[in-house]
């Protein structure tokens, strides 16, 4: 069982940042993993924030491209989510997420709650 274990969740006004950590257990081979961010709002389902391949691409939904960053350090076995100018609709739970592939995500933290307030 592979653990995520995620961090820098908060409260922030609008227009604010925040940095979401996700870091890995040492008993994965992280830097061959693709890592992700999902999210899920009160009353709707989880969705894709942003994806990184083990190369390095990334992939971001559109609502949050430009706004947000994902990278990841493998000598840390951590993954990084920098979200700019926030907004109350970027109110969520967000979840680090593990896998072969970006569209094969297996493992799961137990989720950050974020809080954008207007």
């Known amino acids: 069982q592979v653990q995520l274990v995620e961090s820098g969740g908060g409260l922030v006004q609008a227009g604010g940042s925040l940095r979401l950590s996700c870091a890995a257990a040492s008993n994965i081979i992280f830097n061959i993993m693709a890592m992700g961010w999902y999210r899920q709002a009160p009353g709707k389902q989880r969705e894709l924030v942003a994806t990184?391949?083990?190369?390095?691409?990334?992939n971001y939904a559109d609502s949050v491209k430009g706004r947000f960053t994902i990278s990841r350090d493998n000598a840390k076995n951590t993954v990084y989510l920098q979200m700019n100018s926030l907004k109350p609709e970027d109110t969520a739970v967000y979840y680090c997420s593990a896998g072969p592939f970006t569209s094969v995500m297996t493992y799961w933290g137990k989720g950050t709650l974020v809080t954008v307030s207007s």
């Open positions: 990184i391949t083990s190369g390095g691409s990334t």
